[in-house]
């Protein structure tokens, strides 16, 4: 499973490769880093499990893409499990997944895939925040 602080040292070590546009900049708060790697989101009021993958990811949320069906909407928690790669990942144990709030979603991103993509921040990081203010 890969951790918060694996991905923001990860994101330090890759910053030749971050996303960073001046209307990306109002909403995110960290480095990101565009790549592609399974994620699993369990999401609790169907208590189902739905597969996807991540778009970008920092050290505090991802932007996914989930199936069209998936019943997320903003300010939804849900707890997310961030596969290494392709290859030899864990089964995603819902006792070690990642609490996360989804803060938008996007259902026309592409309807002929049936994919809906979605922006969610880590509570962690959110708690963080509160902490500093």
Known sequence: MLMISEIGSEAALMGGMALGTTSDAERRRGLRIRQQRPIKIFEPTTHRYYGGQTEDLSATGLRIELPLSTPVRPGKLVNVHVGLGEHGESLANRRKMI?????????????????LMAGIEFISSIAAHLDAA
């Open 99 to 115: 609490p996360a709030k989804v803060v938008w979603v996007s259902r026309e991103a592409d309807l002929t895939t049936g994919r």
